[in-house]
């Protein structure tokens, strides 16, 4: 069965840190793919990366980075320097491949709250 | 614009009185699904539909109907609502089931039962 794991419940930082939020899956499939979703005060579900389980390269975006390691089931995201509208909830998310219904398995999420 | 509405957006109720939350998509998706967010769960698909007139249950899928008339519409229906279906909820479309096809997500619904 699926499982996504977000341990930290909530984090708090002070602008400009950095801060990392992780994200442990379990899958018995080889072929799935892993998302990160924004979930800002407002409510709704930003779309913020997709990996697919073939490309472990890390990948960077401005001040957010992904590090994908097969090897311990993990897909961490890192915020550089870390601005006060980067508060929010942070879900990670797991979805396997196939031809049938293949609904997003999320985690629980991380509240990231940054302090001007 | 590419998007996926739902309507309304906030919705209080009390406990039994039948309400529908509609969901639309304009991208001509096949694949579309509800999920219900709870604090401390994430999201957890309620109902998922392949394409007009097949439809599925999720994960959760107690308390909640769905329908799948057109491709474009794919409504929440809650026949009897109950305070445990208090929640905010999602509906998703994407152009077919399966990856690497994204999933849009509408903007959400909060609801809450009395």
């Not at chain 1, 929010?88 to 797991?94: E, I, R, S």
């Not at chain 2, 639309?24 to 309620?46: F, K, T, V």
């Not at chain 2, 999602?90 to 509408?106: I, M």
Request: glycine content about 6%; hydrophobic content about 30%.
């Amino acid at each position: 069965a699926q499982k996504v794991t977000q341990a930290q419940t909530e984090i708090s930082v002070v602008e400009k840190e950095d801060v990392t939020l992780d994200c442990v899956y379990e899958t018995r499939d080889t072929t799935y793919y892993l998302f990160w979703y924004k979930q800002p005060p407002s409510g709704e579900l930003v779309f913020l990366i997709r990996r697919n389980s073939f490309d472990e390269q890390n990948e960077i975006s401005g001040r957010y980075s992904w590090n994908f390691q097969k090897s311990t089931s993990s897909f961490n995201f890192t915020i550089t320097a870390s601005q006060v509208v980067d508060s929010a909830v942070y879900f990670c998310a797991l979805s396997e491949a196939g031809s049938g219904n293949t609904p997003l398995v999320f985690g629980k999420g991380t509240r990231l709250s940054v302090i001007a | 614009e590419a998007q996926v509405t739902q309507n309304p957006r906030y919705l209080i109720t009390v406990t039994g009185k039948k309400l529908t939350v509609t969901c639309s998509q304009n991208m001509n998706h096949e694949y579309m699904s509800w999920y219900r967010q709870d604090p401390g769960l994430g999201l957890r698909q309620i109902y998922y539909s392949m394409n007009v007139e097949v439809t599925d249950k999720g994960d959760v899928p107690e308390g909640y109907k769905v329908s799948r008339k057109e491709k474009r519409n794919f409504p929440l229906i809650l026949e009897s609502p109950s305070p445990n279906q208090t929640s905010l909820y999602f509906c998703a479309s994407s152009l077919r089931q399966g990856n690497p096809y994204e999933q849009y997500f509408g903007p959400g619904t909060r609801l809450t039962v009395t």
